[in-house]
C-alpha cells in the first residue's frame, strides 16, 4: 500500500496527515479551520491547498470528522455494528471534484424506543484503537473520547456496538462565554473543580446545581475567578457519574485524548474510583483512516 493522505477535519479544527505504507505519520499540517469557519463553497479550494503544500497531488484522501456531517460536504452513515470493514466498504467517493476523495461514514446507533446517536470522527479512532488493543480488550471494553461532545463507545468482538454522546464540552463553551454563571477573569482552582465533582452527584440533578457556580461566588464560599473550575467539575461530574451504573466492578475505562482533557477526565475517574488507562487521540485517529485505507485496498 502505497502514502495516503488523511483528513480529520472537526468543527473548529483542521488536521491533514500523510500516512506511510507501515501507518506511520510522516507529514502533517493543523490549523484552526475547522468547518464552522469555513464556508461550504469554499472548503474544496482550502483542501486542495493543503494537499499541494504537502506534495500529496493524485494520492488518494480519506477524509473523517464534521466534514462529513450536514454541516460539511457529505454526509454518509453506517449502523450499529460497525468495524474497520463496515466504514472501509462503504467509503462514500466525494462526487464533483477532481480530488481523489472519499468520506469515510460516521456512525448511527438507533434504540427501538426511538433514541438516536451519531459520531463523526471519533470512529476513526475506535478503529485506530482497536488496532493495538489485544484480543481481550477487542472482546469486550469501554471507551471515553471527551471532546466538544463526548463519546462513551462499548465495543464488543472487535466491532463498535452501541455509544452514547455527552454534551459536556459544547455546554461548558456555552454556559462559560454566554451566561451569568462566569463573569470575571478564571484562573484554574483544583479546589473548586472537585467541589463541582462532589456537587455533581447531589439531588436535585445537573439543571438545579448548575447556578451554583454563581451563587457559591456570590456568597464568598468560592473565588469569583474559580466558577469556571466548578462548572468544569461538575459537568465532567455529571458525565462521568452516570455512567458508573452501566459498568462492571473493576471494569477499565480506555481514556482516548489529548493531554489537556486528560487531566480533568483522569481526576474525575479517580473521584468515582473508575480505573483507566489514557492514550493519544492523536495518534489513533491516523492508525484508524490507515486501516479503513486498508480495507479498501487503497
Known amino acids: 500500500m502505497s502514502d495516503v493522505?488523511?483528513?480529520?477535519?472537526?468543527?473548529?479544527?483542521?488536521?491533514?496527515m500523510r500516512v506511510g505504507d507501515s501507518g506511520e505519520i510522516v507529514a502533517q499540517?493543523?490549523?484552526?479551520?475547522?468547518?464552522?469557519?469555513?464556508?461550504?463553497?469554499?472548503?474544496?479550494?482550502?483542501?486542495?491547498s493543503q494537499v499541494v503544500g504537502m506534495d500529496g497531488d493524485g494520492l488518494p484522501l480519506l477524509l473523517c470528522g464534521m466534514v462529513g456531517s450536514s454541516i460539511g460536504w457529505y454526509e454518509p452513515y453506517?449502523?450499529?455494528?460497525?468495524?474497520?470493514?463496515?466504514?472501509?466498504?462503504?467509503?462514500?467517493?466525494?462526487?464533483?471534484?477532481?480530488?481523489?476523495a472519499w468520506c469515510v461514514p460516521g456512525v448511527k446507533y438507533v434504540t427501538g424506543g426511538g433514541s438516536a446517536d451519531v459520531m463523526r470522527g471519533e470512529?476513526?479512532?475506535?478503529?485506530?484503537?482497536?488496532?493495538?488493543?489485544?484480543?481481550?480488550?477487542?472482546?469486550?471494553?469501554?471507551?471515553?473520547?471527551?471532546?466538544?461532545?463526548?463519546?462513551?463507545?462499548?465495543?464488543?468482538?472487535?466491532?463498535?456496538?452501541?455509544?452514547?454522546?455527552?454534551?459536556?464540552?459544547?455546554?461548558?463553551?456555552?454556559?462559560?462565554?454566554?451566561?451569568?454563571?462566569?463573569?470575571?477573569q478564571q484562573q484554574f482552582s483544583s479546589t473548586a473543580f472537585v467541589a463541582g465533582l462532589a456537587a455533581s452527584g447531589e439531588?436535585?440533578?445537573?439543571?438545579?446545581?448548575?447556578?451554583?457556580?454563581?451563587?457559591?461566588?456570590?456568597?464568598?464560599?468560592?473565588?469569583?475567578?474559580?466558577?469556571?473550575?466548578?462548572?468544569?467539575?461538575?459537568?465532567?461530574?455529571?458525565?462521568v457519574g452516570t455512567?458508573?451504573?452501566?459498568?462492571?466492578?473493576?471494569?477499565?475505562?480506555?481514556?482516548?485524548?489529548?493531554?489537556?482533557l486528560a487531566v480533568p477526565y483522569g481526576t474525575a475517574m479517580d473521584y468515582f474510583r473508575l480505573p483507566y488507562q489514557h492514550y493519544s487521540g492523536d495518534t489513533f485517529a491516523a492508525l484508524g483512516m490507515y486501516a479503513i485505507a486498508q480495507e479498501n485496498g487503497f
Not at 499540517?29 to 486542495?48: C, F, H, I, Q
Not at 460497525?82 to 462503504?90: I, K, N, Q
Request: glycine residues 10%; charged residues 20%; aromatic residues 6%.
Open 78 to 100: 453506517v449502523a450499529c455494528p460497525a468495524s474497520g470493514r463496515s466504514l472501509g466498504r462503504d467509503l462514500v467517493r466525494i462526487p464533483d471534484t477532481d480530488l481523489t
Open 243 to 260: 455512567m458508573v451504573g452501566n459498568l462492571s466492578r473493576g471494569e477499565r475505562i480506555h481514556l482516548i485524548c489529548g493531554d489537556s
Open 29 to 48: 499540517v493543523s490549523t484552526d479551520r475547522g468547518v464552522k469557519n469555513v464556508p461550504k463553497p469554499e472548503m474544496e479550494a482550502y483542501l486542495k
Open 123 to 184: 470512529e476513526t479512532q475506535v478503529i485506530g484503537w482497536l488496532s493495538q488493543a489485544s484480543e481481550q480488550e477487542q472482546a469486550q471494553s469501554t471507551l471515553c473520547l471527551p471532546g466538544t461532545h463526548s463519546k462513551w463507545v462499548q465495543v464488543e468482538g472487535g466491532e463498535i456496538c452501541s455509544f452514547s454522546t455527552a454534551f459536556t464540552g459544547e455546554l461548558y463553551a456555552l454556559l462559560t462565554e454566554r451566561s451569568v454563571l462566569v463573569q470575571e
Open 203 to 239: 439531588a436535585p440533578g445537573l439543571i438545579h446545581q448548575l447556578f451554583n457556580a454563581r451563587s457559591r461566588s456570590v456568597l464568598g464560599l468560592q473565588p469569583a475567578s474559580a466558577s469556571a473550575s466548578y462548572l468544569s467539575g461538575l459537568l465532567i461530574g455529571s458525565e
Open 5 to 16: 493522505l488523511v483528513c480529520d477535519w472537526g468543527t473548529s479544527s483542521f488536521r491533514l
